[in-house]
């Protein structure tokens, strides 16, 4: 059954067609990407949502100084299921693209857990959440799902289980914020990972500020961090009533043993009573 939030998708992509009549994609017409190829190979492989927004927003989304790039593409599950908004505003696509290659191995084998990546939406990266010794690959905790979808040499698809949320750096690695951390570089022969982490590329050519995103999704550091501390006020309130209720059980259980003994011991006792008194 189609979700609430499939109407107001389609309406963003009549949006985002009618703003590119402007300037249209065209094949080959942006430093090489092969924009009808790309769409043309999503949607067979069942990525229609992405397919559409990338035919059309691709060119605008990726600076032309960029000579690769990887794209993470959610599902059309993903798209009808969006959180805080019934279409995706441009800065999260940003958020979904990765100013270089990075493939499978790089992804599930040579990178450690916790590596920074780094996107075209500036200040705001991606952290590889892989654990140790998997076979699969997850960053922002959203697991990779299908690999390699589509590879032309400058530009690598893989299709993710859903949306990044910027909100799972922020509060589990803030150490990342303002471009904290280890870097990395990407040269002509590849990418080179110092200490692990994947650099930055390009960040000039990045127009969102770090308060534009944060307000995309409806999230900023103090807000979310309150509904963590609230939740687990929540949590420990919860913990702490049950052990009272446990306590006032075990107290309860108590009571009635201690009154079932005295009961025992009072009976025994009036029965030894009668059992001395003289026969008449």
């Given amino acids: 059954m189609a979700s609430n939030h499939s109407l107001p998708v389609l309406l963003f992509l009549v949006f985002v067609s009618t703003v590119a009549v402007a300037t249209p994609a065209q094949e080959n017409g942006h430093h090489g990407l092969k924009i009808n ?3 043309e190979v999503l949607v067979n492989r069942g990525y229609t949502f992405m397919s559409m927004i990338l ?9 032309s100084e960029n000579t690769s790039v990887t794209i993470f593409c959610p599902t059309d599950e993903a798209f009808a299921n969006l959180k805080y908004y019934t279409q995706p505003p441009l800065s999260l696509l940003q958020y979904h693209i990765v100013p270089m290659m990075l493939d499978r191995e790089s992804l599930v084998s040579t990178l450690p857990s916790e590596s920074k990546v780094d996107t075209l939406l500036k200040g705001h990266p991606l952290v590889l959440t892989t654990t140790h010794n998997s076979q699969s690959a997850s960053l922002n905790e959203v697991e990779i799902t299908d690999w390699e979808i589509y590879d032309d040499g400058e530009v690598l698809i893989h ?34 990972f ?25 999230v900023t550091r103090k807000a ?46 009036t029965k030894d009573t009668f059992t001395t008194l003289p026969k008449v």
């Avoid at 035919?55 to 600076?63: A, H, K």
């Avoid at 750096?169 to 280890?182: C, R, S, T």
């Avoid at 110092?194 to 409806?218: C, E, L, R, Y």
Wanted: proline share 3%; no cysteine; glycine share 6%.
């Fill in 159 to 192: 299709g993710v289980k859903d949306f990044f949320d910027p909100a799972v750096q922020i509060l589990l690695y803030p150490k990342y914020d303002n471009d904290g951390g280890v870097q990395a570089k990407n040269d002509t022969n590849g990418t080179k």
């Fill in 37 to 39: 190829e790309i769409a």
């Fill in 55 to 63: 035919q059309e927003t691709l060119t605008s989304l990726v600076p």
């Fill in 224 to 269: 979310t961090e309150a509904q963590v501390s609230g939740a687990k006020i929540i949590k420990i309130s919860a913990l702490v009533a049950v052990l009272i209720l446990l306590a006032s059980v075990i107290a309860a259980a108590f009571v009635i043993f201690f009154a079932v003994s005295a009961a025992k011991s009072l009976a025994i006792e």
């Fill in 194 to 218: 110092d200490g692990g982490v994947i650099a930055k590329k390009n960040d000039t050519n990045n127009t969102s500020s770090n308060s534009t995103i944060i307000n995309d999704h409806h």
